[in-house]
Structure formats: structure tokens, C-alpha cells
């Protein structure tokens, strides 16, 4: 099992930045795929990037080239780094694991970005 904790949330202006961590229990080397998922008000919830084990990473349309993904194989930590943030980013963060055996989710951290 795998436990997940999310951080690195809170408020911020449009044109910020933010770094998101999501701590987990047990070394994440090994583990499929690690993705920061995402759920505004009053909408779904969406992929926004995604980190494979290989070192591979893939990202929503809606944040190529402003949020890089990466993984600390050392801290066990995954990483969401945001830059030039706009308001339709403020949803809550989620963090995920797929260990190819069972499905894992933190508990989420608020981003809200103001106008």
C-alpha cells in the first residue's frame, strides 16, 4: 500500500508560480505511473500530468508548457511545478500512484489563483 501526501498548495496572482510535492510512504522508484490530477468547481475531475516509470511525462493541452513534472527517486516525492498560473488553474490537486497492482490517491491541496 501506498500512502500519498500532498503540499505546496494555497493562494496566489495570476502570472505566479507554485510547487506542488506529494510525499509518499514507500520508495516511488518502482511504482508505473505517478500524475497530479485535478477537479475545479463544479467540474470533473481531469488529468494535468503524468510521469512514467521510464521517465517519460505527458501533459494536458491546458498546461503544456507552464507545469513541468518530475519525481525525487532520493525523497520519494513527486512534483508539480506550476508557472504563469491563471484563474481557470484554481481547482484542488490530487496526486496519484498506479503500482500496476492498485490504484492510489492523496487527499488533495487547494490552489486558488486570483485575477
Known amino acids: 500500500q501506498v500512502q500519498l501526501v500532498e503540499s505546496g498548495g494555497g493562494l496566489v496572482q495570476a502570472g505566479g508560480s507554485l510547487r506542488l510535492s506529494c510525499a509518499a510512504s514507500?520508495?516511488?522508484?518502482?511504482?508505473?505511473?505517478m500524475a497530479w490530477y485535478r477537479q475545479g468547481p463544479g467540474k470533473q475531475r481531469e488529468l494535468v500530468a503524468v510521469?512514467?516509470?521510464?521517465?517519460?511525462?505527458n501533459y494536458a493541452d491546458s498546461v503544456k508548457g507552464r507545469f513541468t513534472i518530475s519525481r525525487d527517486i532520493a525523497e520519494n516525492t513527486l512534483y508539480l511545478q506550476m508557472n504563469s498560473l491563471k484563474p481557470e488553474d484554481t481547482a484542488v490537486y490530487y496526486c496519484?500512484?498506479?503500482?500496476?497492482?492498485?490504484?492510489?490517491w492523496g487527499q488533495g491541496t487547494q490552489v486558488t489563483v486570483s485575477s
Open positions: 514507500k520508495s516511488i522508484f518502482s511504482i508505473l505511473t
Open positions: 496519484a500512484a498506479d503500482t500496476g497492482y492498485a490504484h492510489y
Open positions: 510521469s512514467a516509470r521510464g521517465g517519460s511525462t
